[in-house]
């Protein structure tokens, strides 16, 4: 099987190249591109370059996921999250292959209600309301793929976390040793996604013949304080979390209140059931130390 890996140089590309190391087979070919091999927004180089390789899947992780620049640089944002995903879409649908996407939470307009209508999460189906304009231009992107016919997966997850790029864990980690108290907000409520499980369950759902639109994310439920907390206790790291609301933290993009995903759908598919947000951050808390 040959596969094309976009976005190799991000969180999740890298796990995926992780995964690929460490799943290695005869019969797997894996080319992995940065944004500076292929970029996404030059169309024809795009198809050429899939025209040359003739992957059996597309697996991309590429996008632009500077959620408050988002909202200064609209063109740009737009212009990698959805007009080259839709020109992706197409490539794939003419060469016959096979597409993996990933989409994000904010699709969703995560109001604080929400938390009571869906206690285990959005559905797959919930109608969209982006909540801010990295939500719209993945939304637009998600449209795009659904109009060209290709066959593909739409994989939306939350709070990516993993052992290389930025998240909230490693700003967490490395805040946590400089400061003496920090300032979290206490009522955006969601779940962080791991890097690791995202992709192994990716693949649980690929190796089912799963199409069309799933959740991942871990189990439960928290707030960015409350996780913040969570990281600092597991890592044995003294500093005094001081809970607050988002009103006192401004941002330039709007922040959902409520982002949890439902994943029941996903295990049903692969028949496994995900860990919850806790086991998931100590395993990647040890990953971290180890690596
Ligand atoms: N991070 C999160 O919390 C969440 C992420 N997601 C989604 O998961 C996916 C992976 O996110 P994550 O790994 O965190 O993203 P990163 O920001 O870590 O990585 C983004 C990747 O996209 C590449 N890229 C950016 N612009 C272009 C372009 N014009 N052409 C080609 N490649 C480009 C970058 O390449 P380079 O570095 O070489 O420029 C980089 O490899 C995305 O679809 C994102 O929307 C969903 C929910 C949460
Ligand atoms: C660093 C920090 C963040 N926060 C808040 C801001 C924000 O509401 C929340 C998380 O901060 P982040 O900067 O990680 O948030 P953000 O970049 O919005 O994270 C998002 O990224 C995109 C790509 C997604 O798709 C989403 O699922 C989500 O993971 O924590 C604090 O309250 N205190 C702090 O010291």
Redesign the pocket.
């Known amino acids: 099987m040959k596969i094309i890996l976009l976005g190799a140089s991000g969180q999740l590309g890298r796990e995926w190249q992780r995964y690929f190391n460490l799943h290695t087979d005869d019969s797997l070919i894996v080319f992995p591109y940065t944004s500076g091999q292929l970029d996404l927004t030059h169309y024809e180089e795009v198809a050429r370059e899939v025209s040359a390789r003739q992957p059996n899947v597309i697996i991309n992780c590429a996008a632009y ?1 500077l ?1 408050d620049q988002a909202e200064l640089k609209k063109d740009k944002a737009m212009a990698i999250n959805a007009r080259a995903v839709e020109n992706l879409a197409k490539v794939c649908k003419s060469n016959d292959i096979h597409l993996i996407h990933y989409s ?3 699709v969703f307009p995560g109001k604080e209600e929400d938390r009571k209508r869906y206690p285990r999460g959005y559905p797959e189906d919930h109608q969209a309301e982006p909540v801010n304009w ?1 939500g719209q231009t993945k939304w637009e992107g998600e449209e795009a793929i659904r109009a060209s016919g290709c066959r593909h997966l739409i994989i939306r ?4 976390c993993g052992l290389y790029g930025n ?2 864990v490693k ?2 980690l490395k ?1 946590g040793r400089e400061k003496e108290e ?4 206490n009522d ?1 409520w969601g779940s962080p996604g791991y890097a690791d499980e995202i992709v192994a369950n990716s693949m649980n759902l690929y190796t089912a013949d799963a199409k069309g639109t799933y959740h991942l994310t871990s189990k439960g439920l928290t707030n ?2 409350e996780f913040a907390e969570a990281i600092f206790d597991y890592s044995n790291i003294d500093v005094n979390v001081n809970a ?1 609301p ?1 009103e006192e ?1 401004p ?1 330039e ?1 709007k ?1 959902p209140k409520y ?1 949890k995903l439902d994943t029941s759908k996903a295990e049903k598919v692969e028949g496994v059931e995900i860990t919850d947000w806790r086991e998931g951050l100590k395993r990647l808390l040890k990953q971290l130390e180890n690596h």
């Open positions: 996921t959620v994000t939470d904010y990295y997850t939350t709070w990516l998240n909230f700003t967490m805040y920090l300032k979290v907000v955006q960015w304080a607050i988002s933290y941002t993009a922040r982002s």
